[in-house]
T-cell receptor, first 115, second 113 residues
Framework: GAVVSQHPSWVICKSGTSVKIECRSL??????MFWYRQFPKQSLMLMAT?????????EQGVEKDKFLINHASLTLSTLTVTSAHPEDSSFYIC???????????FGPGTRLTVL | SQKIEQNSEALNIQEGKTATLTCNYT??????LQWYRQDPGRGPVFLLL?????KEKRKERLKVTFDTTLKQSLFHITASQPADSATYLC????????????FGQGTTLQVKP
């Protein structure tokens, strides 16, 4: 089946630093990747849509200069949280789609804690 | 505004019984609906996708129905097992090439032995 990986699985950083999260589709070419964040006991909130070779499309209320997304290849997208602050602490999850199916496959998530 | 509702209260059932989870939506016309399982601290795992022109879909012990008139999807797990205990999310997608999904808040299922 389709496998999506994320790295790192968890990260703790100091306030003001930047953190990069990688999302890879391991056995298929992802034409589109999505980035979500999830707070405890809440549902997934879409942050941005990322298409290979083009600029990401951000959802309303998501700061594009704060959350930098790069989709350099059909198997890799990265999310960089710049100048992270404690309120950015959350569970970040990527997903990917590819081929004719609309099925979307998720990575295992990255737990970010900003001290 | 668009709204997706899943039972916010946890569903507790006995092992062997059929679990039925509900997903209702308003102000939305989905082309397809997906169901996911999410365990604590993990990303969602894809289970089933059903399209607007499909009434029912099955996969092993799972069955999904989709009623666009009622704006509702039902998700059934037959012969439930304690290992089925998790949060189940429904997500709706539009007829477009963006692939964007809107998620419900999920229903937590607890299957007791």
């Amino acid at each position: 089946g389709a496998v999506v990986s994320q790295h790192p699985s968890w990260v703790i950083c100091k306030s003001g630093t930047s953190v990069k999260i990688e999302c890879r589709s391991l056995d298929f070419q992802a034409t589109t990747m999505f980035w979500y964040r999830q707070f405890p006991k809440q549902s997934l909130m879409l942050m941005a849509t990322s298409n290979e070779g083009s600029k990401a499309t951000y959802e309303q209320g998501v700061e594009k200069d704060k959350f930098l997304i790069n989709h350099a290849s059909l198997t890799l997208s990265t999310l960089t949280v710049t100048s992270a602050h404690p309120e950015d602490s959350s569970f970040y999850i990527c997903s990917a789609t590819g081929g004719p199916s609309d099925e979307q496959f998720f990575g295992p998530g990255t737990r970010l804690t900003v001290l | 505004s668009q709204k997706i509702e899943q039972n916010s209260e946890a569903l507790n059932i006995q092992e062997g019984k059929t679990a039925t989870l509900t997903c209702n939506y308003t102000n939305y016309s989905p082309a397809y609906l997906q169901w996911y399982r999410q365990d604590p601290g993990r990303g969602p795992v894809f289970l089933l996708l059903i399209r607007e022109n499909e009434k029912e879909k099955r996969k092993e012990r799972l069955k999904v129905t989709f009623d666009t008139t009622l704006k509702q999807s039902l998700f059934h797990i037959t012969a439930s097992q304690p290992a089925d205990s998790a949060t189940y999310l429904c997500a709706l997608g539009r007829r477009s090439n963006t692939g964007k999904l809107i998620f419900g808040q999920g229903t937590t299922l607890q299957v007791k032995p």
